[in-house]
């Protein structure tokens, strides 16, 4: 039986017996009425959240039932349960679907760092962690087994943001490091040191609920709640998580509506001692047309940045990868990979697969010809064609920004620089005209080329975090 309708149960079975028969139906009868439209929307942390159709019923209940609610609570859930209500309010004008507001109980205190639902959630509550009898079940938390810490190799790039995740993984929320907030270029261990945390947890806390998933999910994600007017599920489903790692947070740039529903569930999870892990390629501070209060929250735990791997951890990083595989390297082998993959991890591992997989299906001894000889291949079959409109890709990619948006005639910053740093790249690195960029840029006049490109040469020089800018996407752009 239901939780919930095993507390029905219980204040049925205990209703006041009248003098006689009739007028205890009557009161079971006006119980059955009144309880019929109150619903469980969710139990977290001894948090009850029940759905009622108006403040009349909220009042109802706390004046006639009460003590009787408490007691089957009591029984049925255990002591220190927090009673809250979501009230229906009058339907605004344009919205299908009534909104609702969240109430606390006066049965029991305010929790001190409660957070209250914005309005124009929707009441239909459909959560995917909560089973008949509002029990929470286990869910997968995309975690590749694989991100380990064991397979997590430290070095000076690296070695202060890993010491701050193994803290973490011993005591999830429980740290100052909430959130922690990993930034770096691309492919430099972000996601591989967030997923470690996850997977540490679930080994050493079984019963906590760990997610993964990459901000263009979660955005997707909401987006499909807001069409079927399910904002309040969307929410309610992540504020059961206990460990929530996001990774590329900065592609919230420029998505208000996400931004405002990630506010709320950042909030909520930090107050209530659960812990946040984000990924970005910039820091905090650097993440153009985002809200200022979640910049703040941002701020609120550590920032810790992960550099690309200096020559001595690419030199572990491969020894690491292949010792797996039962291969072992001279050392003039080693320093040659090293110093062949300077840019990132990622970019390592992918020429360590590559020359595993050719010793193995030439059956070659690997050697620092044959080296020498895959790394030439690959670079060969990897050059990249560099015209406008891959710039705009990496250039939109990198600001977090759509193409539309960057070919538009608007002249906010956060789009503008974006654009006039794309004009620069396209004439510094292919052959076409100020008039042929301006056409491909939206229709822009030759003159706005000109002066697009002048101004970021000019501003680079004194301004560092154009320079930051400048020196990111020409190695996002080459490399």
């Not at 010809?369 to 060969?380: H, Q, R, V, Y």
Request: glycine share 4%.
């Amino acid at each position: 039986m239901m939780i919930w309708q095993r507390c029905l149960q219980f204040m049925r079975d205990n209703l006041n017996a009248a003098e006689d028969s009739s007028d205890l139906k009557k009161l079971e009868k006006s119980f059955d009425l009144l309880f019929d439209k109150v619903q469980p929307i969710s139990l977290v942390d001894n948090n009850l959240t029940l759905m009622v159709p108006s403040d009349f019923y909220k009042e109802y209940i706390e004046d006639n039932y009460l003590s009787l609610l408490s007691a089957a609570l009591k029984k049925n859930i255990g002591k220190g349960v927090k009673l809250w209500y979501s009230v229906m309010e009058n339907k605004p004008n344009g919205l299908e679907k009534p909104v609702t507001m969240n109430m606390k109980g006066k049965s029991v205190p305010t929790p001190k760092m409660q957070e209250t639902m914005p309005q124009g959630f929707s009441s239909n509550i459909v959560n995917p962690f909560v089973v008949p009898g509002i029990k929470k079940i286990n869910i997968d938390s995309n975690l590749k087994s694989d991100f380990s810490f064991d397979n997590y190799v430290e070095g000076e790039s690296n070695k202060f943001a890993a010491t701050v995740a193994r803290s973490i993984a011993k005591r999830p929320g429980a740290t100052a490091f909430n959130p922690l907030f990993l930034y770096g270029g691309y492919g430099v261990g972000k996601t591989h040191l967030g997923q470690a945390v996850g997977l540490e947890v679930k080994s050493q806390f079984p019963d906590k609920v760990v997610l993964y998933l990459s901000s263009e999910k979660f955005i997707q994600q909401f987006i499909s709640a807001a069409k079927a007017h399910k904002q309040t599920e969307f929410a309610n489903f992540y504020q059961m998580v206990d460990v929530l790692i996001i990774d590329d947070i900065q592609f919230l740039s420029g998505k208000s509506a996400t931004q405002d529903s990630f506010f709320h569930i950042f909030d909520y999870l930090h107050q209530n001692g659960k812990q946040i892990i984000l990924t970005s390629d910039k820091a905090p501070v650097d993440i153009m047309d985002i809200q200022d209060r979640i910049v703040s929250r941002f701020k609120w735990g550590l920032s810790a940045e992960i550099k690309s791997p200096d020559l001595q951890t690419r030199k572990k990083i491969i020894v690491d990868k292949l010792s797996r595989d039962g291969i072992v390297l001279t050392e003039d082998m080693l320093d040659f990979l090293a110093a062949e993959a300077k840019t990132n991890v990622r970019e390592l591992i992918g020429v360590i697969n590559s020359v595993i997989a050719y010793s193995t299906i030439y059956k070659s001894e690997l050697s620092l010809e044959l080296l020498k000889d895959t790394i030439n291949k690959i670079a060969a079959n990897q050059k990249k064609i560099i015209n406008i409109p891959y710039i705009q890709d990496v250039v939109c990619d990198y600001f977090g920004i759509k193409r539309e948006q960057l070919l538009s005639k608007t002249r906010k910053r956060e789009i503008a620089l974006p654009r006039q740093l794309a004009m620069y790249f396209a004439k510094e690195l292919t052959n076409a005209t100020f008039t042929k960029i301006g056409e491909e840029m939206g229709g822009k006049d030759h003159s706005t080329v000109m002066y697009a490109c002048d101004t970021i040469k000019d501003v680079s020089k004194i301004d560092k975090e154009v320079k930051k800018y400048v020196k990111d996407l020409a190695e996002r752009i080459k490399h």
